[in-house]
């Protein structure tokens, strides 16, 4: 590996992080590839293939790492655990909310500050999108026959989910491992 390109800390496991994780990643593909047009090249395919990344989750990763300042760090990964998707939607603003950028940050301050003083241990996706105004996203595995859900714990992206929620709530722990035994 040259110095241009360190080795990854952990390229199998860069695809199951934390949020924070998932920032520093992007911190390290950001500071190797600063610009959108950077994140094109071949070279960053190479890059997250190292971390053992989809290209599209590693200009993910690389959106979050750029958007969100040593401040809003600071605030994000303190007492009140922050989502991933929260973070992506912050971000991203994929549910189209329309805000601009220092109002989606302004209502994700405010749930963190509420979370905190009320004891709570986590900010949720749909109270964020609540609080920016955008649509809820219905649980598509309401409409899915349960072979179809077993088979969506193949995708690293919701076994990332179900691993966040096991993180998260560590009172869910006993009820995720006797669903996931059933």
Known sequence: MSALFPEPPSPAL????????????????LVQFPSDTACRT????RAATRYGLPVAR???????????????RARIFADVQVSYSV??????????????????WDALRSLIDTAAEQGLRRVTASEYRSAIGSRQIPNQA?????????????????????????????ASRREVLLRLSA
């Not at 949020?19 to 390290?28: F, L, N, P, T």
């Not at 071949?42 to 395919?45: D, I, L």
């Not at 973070?87 to 989606?104: N, T, V, W």
Request: proline share 6%; hydrophobic share 45%.
């Open 142 to 170: 309401s409409a899915m026959p349960a072979e179809a859900v077993v088979r969506q714990l193949e995708r690293p992206d919701v076994w990332q989910a179900v691993v966040d929620y096991i993180v998260t709530d560590p």
């Open 14 to 29: 860069a695809g199951n992080l934390d949020a924070a994780g998932r920032v520093e990643v992007g911190d390290a593909l």
């Open 58 to 72: 590693a200009r993910e990763y690389v959106a979050l790492a750029r958007w969100f300042s040593p401040d809003m």
């Open 42 to 45: 071949s070279a960053f395919k």
């Open 87 to 104: 973070l992506r939607e912050a971000a991203c603003d994929y549910s189209r909310s329309g805000m601009p950028d220092h109002q989606r």
